[in-house]
């Protein structure tokens, strides 16, 4: 029941065009049918081994998305249906998720995750690296991956400014590649800072401890 109501109440406040993730990483298979019982979809999780088991186990008409660092010889477990990758942060990893969206006749749509914190433990492309492979036009060369949007994630800090800037850093470079790249989906916060996110122009938000409780 905690976890419906949770997952209610945030989605009434939500804004319209803001999209939920829930980040069921760790929790029991019981506690995604809780969710996906109010309607719920789209879920994420930062394991390979995890994702394909609890792919494995519940309904097919989930939608799943990979958040976390992934290694580009486990793509190959997730390529038959994972339904968007948020964490693309290498052209070593861009290329083996064509190579086995070839292998599985199927476009993977992916978010190119940008470093946008000055935590050393978080992944993703430097802006610079990212504007090097869209100058080299290196992405209109693999046929079967779409970039479809951005993702990022803050520092983890209790300060809203830094947080807000870092977020609005992000926004900014989602804009400029908007048309040009035909992006579409901006993904920024989670249960700390997701109010935060979405004031600047997040729409999609990954949300895991506020549906499901605290993670051990
Ligand atoms: C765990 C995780 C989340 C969810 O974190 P909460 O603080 O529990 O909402 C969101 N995004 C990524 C990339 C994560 O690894």
Known sequence: MKIANNLLKIKSELPEDVKLVAVSKTKPIED????????????????????????????KNIKWHMIGHLQSNKVKYIAPFIHLIHSVDSIKLIREINKQAIKNNRTINVLIQIDISNDKTKFGFSVDDFHVILKDELLSTFNNLKVVGLMGMASFTDNQYVIKNQFNFLKDLFNKHKETLSLEILSMGMSGDYNIAIECQSNLIRLGSTIFGKRK
């Open 32 to 59: 995604i049918k809780s969710a996906y019982k109010t309607g719920q979809l789209d879920f994420g999780e930062n394991k390979i081994q995890e994702l394909v088991s609890k792919y494995d186990s519940l309904p």
